[in-house]
Nanobody
Framework: QVQLVESGGGSVQSGGSLRLSCAAS????????VGWFRQAPGKEREGVAA???????SYADSVKGRFTISQDNAKNTLYLQMNSLKPEDTAMYYC??????????????????????WGQGTQVTVSS
């Protein structure tokens, strides 16, 4: 069973920065795509940023130019650098991974369907 553990969340003021990390336990199969999702109270979970198996990236329009997703394969760690944070970025942030012998069918890189492993989440709160 693959475990994903997020860290780096916290409370910042508007305009501030945070760097989220997601450490994955050892796994046998291939990792096809990884991503960050967030969910604010009363709202649906939304895709924030993701990296596909060919290292291509996708970002939600709301975070383009402010957030950067990256990964360190040697450390099995995924990162999300968040700059110029806004109050509307306040949410629980989850990392997710598609790990297995073959890629899971997806509806899009930023869609939750197709990711078979999820972390427990880390809270990000941005005050105005």
């Amino acid at each position: 069973q693959v475990q994903l553990v997020e860290s780096g969340g916290g409370s910042v003021q508007s305009g501030g920065s945070l760097r989220l990390s997601c450490a994955a336990s050892e796994y046998t199969y291939s990792r096809w795509s990884v991503g960050w999702f967030r969910q604010a109270p009363g709202k649906e979970r939304e895709g924030v940023a993701a990296i596909d198996s060919d290292d291509s990236t996708s970002y939600a329009d709301s975070v383009k130019g402010r957030f950067t997703i990256s990964q360190d394969n040697a450390k099995n760690t995924l990162y999300l650098q968040m700059n110029s944070l806004k109050p509307e970025d306040t949410a629980m942030y989850y990392c997710a991974a598609d790990i297995g012998p073959r890629p899971t069918p997806k509806r899009g890189l930023l869609h939750a369907v197709g990711y078979n492993y999820w972390g427990q989440g880390t809270q990000v709160t941005v005050s105005s």
